[in-house]
């Protein structure tokens, strides 16, 4: 009573400390951002329970994304039952929290269960009540039940030391917590038969609990009472049989387990428990805040929920550990972290959605024992995840629907029938005014552990059985002198003995009554007017097309652009929303400074109106401007080239040819035409290009030539220049050159006198070589028919020389002449 009284007390001293806050956050100036009077949903704290910790703003055991604005504040007191399983559970408890609004995004709370009660329909499902101080009824009898235990451990060595071991029905003696060094108990053996040696016990004795065995990582190990997977909880036998032996008890047999579990089974929320009904009171306390992200007024909203929940009782003692078999709670030593994330948006005025992704980080349950301080079980983490609706249909109704799920994760002792719940909740809330309610709603357990839940489950396992050496066992065989044998069990399906659950159902109720800051009536939304439009161009006038330019005198605009200043007023200071109406082109920019982009319009008149938006559309006062697009008075824009004509570098030989090339440069070129006229020669070939090639005479030696061109296809308009010309000369005509002169010499010197003259010939390759020969006849022949031989004989090209018979010599001796013939020279006389 003195423990209950002390919880009672510092409750109600932390909520008379949150009450203080929110009276004193009232007294402050008035919060401008009030719920609207116009929005049906009320707020009002969760119940939690079953998982969730209630407390926070949310539905029955959902948190939405709303918070208690600044000052108000929420007492809590709810009544929920829900079944778990493995034990087809049923729990019932009580609630209560307190919530205050610190700030409008950020509210604090409080929750702790005034009241527990656990109701276990199938206690031989729960490990917790084949402990030495528990009693389960088993083929319809009232005793300690069958288990798998890890072996005890002596002070010798024994060959079931530590061991997965079967230990029968009523063989365990009563032990109190905490256990160690109580019996383990007989072990099915007859009187006057000792089990210790099995175990590393002297002859003679049996043997006891052990000092538990700590491991770096989970539950410590319980020789004598534990599980072989660790933790205080052992597995469970659901189903014996006997060889060998008569009656109920097997006289002068041996019983051996047919359907078991080598891992334990135990309720996460109630581990320890081994009453059928048990009962308990503030024994779990949570204290945590929520705080809003966005603004409150959005119409979605995120929060994340942090809160540290903590027990009352723990294993560190009898009385503590008394507690937790009664159900009062799991016990962990740290108390736990829990984290949700929460989102909910208002798709319609009376339809809300509500999400939760949560996580809880859930400590182990450590005890004193002695040889110091265990952990008797390692709890698993929880991983939550729910989603709500609700429809608040009007102020005083709030239908609500929920589904939601909790998985364990993490780290933890292995549970044989772990159930990881899936749950519907639906109901309503009622509210006779916005700051006090009730809710009531029906849950339900859908993936209970009934008998179709085991369709797809395969069980199996092995422990080692004691018996007396040369009794029967198993199989019809006898006891081997080690004083065990093997068995094992495998099972498809629900296990035979198991019992399952048939109660699904649950429901809740809820009180709650608080304070709400006053709703904010509606205000009347004066309208926002544009009181000025100012345009920086009303005529516009389009530039010139490409090659065109304004006639003189003109001003046209190269630039379509149109800049626009807006000035507007709302009496009520909203925030405005700039809107522009144009008849052509488009706004660029938003504001009350925009560039209107009038380009690519044909002319004409184009209107522009400005209107602002303070909430309730273009309620206000318009502005409308015209700009007039004009087309520009263009001329065609005059680009002359520049003509010039170039002739050859040096002069021409007579009869050559000459080139002459003309060069627009700049201006507009595109259809220009060519016309040449020459002076003298011959245009040979390029009439009509830039370039032509004139052939010039023999006669022409000496003059000059002038090319003229006559450039067409420019504009008439313009009178652009259109002629050119260029002179270049004609060289005079040249003289025949004589080389070399010589008579009568030895064959061989006239052959060295050729080779000069071939030499000379092919540095001058566009002359001609040209002999004259003088003597008799016969001598001009003999010398024609040596010169013929060596130019055959160099290979020399033979139309480039011309032989000619001079006749008599004047001196009456043979003599030849040797001449090279520039073009156009003339030939010697003879």
Known sequence: MMKLAYRVFISSLFCLALAAVAFAQSTATADPSKRSGKDDRNTAPTIGTGGAMGGPTGLFTVYDGQTLRRGEYTFSAAYSNFDR?????????????????????????????????????????????????????????????????????????GPLELASVFRPAGTAPFVQFPYVNGSAGNFGFPPGFFSGPLFGYPAGTFPLISTPIANSNGAANFPGLGSIYGSILPGIVFQTACFGGTGSNCAGGTVYPTVFTAAPSYLPDAPFINRTYGE????TFTAGGKIRFNNVNDWWGVALVAA????????????????????????GNRGDILITGAFDGRVRKWWNIAANVGYHWNSSVKGDFPGGTFTLLDRPD???????????????????????????????????????????????????????????????????????????????????????????????????????FVSRSTVDGIPNGFAPSSDPHGFLFQAFIGRRNK???????????????TLSDEVIKLGCPAGQVPREGQSCNESTSVQVNTTAVDPENDVLTYNYTVSGGRIVGSGSNVTWDLSGLQPGTYTITAGVDDGCGLCGKTQTKTVTVEACDCVVRCSCPTLSVSGPAGIT??????????????????????????????????????????RTTRDMAGSSVTATVEIGGLDPACNCPRTASETAGVAP????????????????????????????????????????????PKEIAAREKLITNHINFRKFDRSRITIVNGGASPDGTVRTKLYRIPPGADTPSR
């Open 308 to 331: 540290y929940r903590f027990y009352g009782d723990s294993a560190s003692d009898f009385g503590g550990f008394n507690q937790l078999q009664r159900g009062a709670s799991p016990g």
């Open 733 to 776: 005509k040249p003289d025949a050159v004589m080389i070399d002169e010589f008579g009568k010499l030895p064959n061989d010197d006239i052959r060295g006198r050729l080779d000069i003259f071939f030499a000379e010939l092919s540095n001058n390759p566009g002359n001609q070589g040209y002999i004259i020969n003088y003597g008799t």
């Open 653 to 694: 030989s007579p009869g050559e040819t000459m080139t002459f090339t003309a060069t627009a440069a700049g201006g507009t070129q595109a259809n220009i035409t060519y016309n040449w006229s020459v002076s003298a020669g011959t245009i040979e070939s390029g009439q009509g290009t830039p370039s032509i090639t004139v």
């Open 280 to 283: 308990s009171s503030f024994s």
């Open 519 to 533: 709703r904010q009536n509606e205000i009347e939304n004066k309208p926002a007017d544009v009181t000025a439009l």
């Open 85 to 157: 399983d493995p034990g087809n559970a049923d729990f019932t408890e009580v609630p209560l929290s307190f919530q205050v609004g610190v700030t409008n995004n950020i509210e604090l709370f409080f929750n702790t269960d005034g009241y527990r009660a656990v109701k276990v329909n199938s206690p031989s499902n729960l490990s917790a009540f084949y402990l030495p101080n528990s009693r389960v009824r088993f083929n319809g009898v009232l005793t300690s039940g069958p288990a798998i235990i890890l072996g005890p451990s002596g002070p010798g060595n």
């Open 382 to 484: 929880e991983l939550l995840l729910s989603v709500g609706t609700d429809f608040p249909v009007n102020k005083y109704f709030q239908p609500i629907g929920e589904f939601r799920h909790i998985r364990y994760v993490g780290g933890r002792t292995p549970n044989a029938f772990e159930n990881n719940p899936y749950e519907g909740l639906i109901g309503a809330r009622i509210f006779p005014a916005r700051w006090f309610g009730f809710s009531f709603g029906y849950r339900y357990h859908f993936n209970q552990q009934d008998r179709d839940s085991f369709d797809d489950d395969k069980f199996t396992a092995s422990a080692l059985v004691p018996c007396t050496p040369g009794g029967p066992t198993q199989g019809g065989g006898s006891c081997p002198q080690s004083g065990f």
